[in-house]
């Protein structure tokens, strides 16, 4: 599996992902790299793969700041009642744990949740995580 991306400046969707490997190429587009993530994993969790970087895991979401200023290339680790800070950020494609990894939805709702102060468990918003592939991409 090859997953890489570049920078058009002069563009709105200037963040362009593509990922390649045995089952073809996908690729999104974005304002920002998190967005752009969004756009390729919009394509592929409906067949039941899913990439392993921390801009997939549960407990990440960038802020509206590190969009709008970085471009979304950093996401935060939410931790259960505590609030981000800058030693929570790590690189929305960097290589993430596979187990921690969720669909969009339950990432919004896990975002929402601790954004409301209700998140006390991974479990109750990404039950049993399925089958895993090597590469980090699974179904």
Do not use: C
């Not at 200037?14 to 390649?20: D, H, K, M, P």
């Not at 996908?26 to 967005?35: Q, T, V």
């Not at 790590?90 to 975002?111: C, F, H, W």
């Amino acid at each position: 599996m090859n997953l890489r991306y570049w920078v058009q400046p002069e563009v709105y969707d200037r963040y362009l992902i593509e990922l390649s490997g045995f089952n073809g190429t996908f690729s999104g587009a974005g304002p920002d790299l998190f967005e752009a993530l969004v756009r390729i994993r919009e394509k592929i969790e409906p067949m039941g793969w899913f990439i392993a970087v921390n801009g997939s895991r549960l407990d990440a979401f960038p802020s509206g700041m590190s969009r709008d200023m970085a471009g979304g290339e950093q996401v935060y680790i939410l931790r259960s009642g505590e609030p981000a800070d800058i030693h929570d950020q790590v690189d929305t494609l960097g290589p993430a744990d596979s187990e921690k990894v969720a669909n969009i939805q339950e990432q919004r709702n896990y975002r929402d949740a601790h954004a409301a102060g209700l998140v006390d468990s991974h479990e109750q918003y990404a039950p049993g995580r399925q089958e895993w592939l090597p590469f980090g991409f699974g179904k």
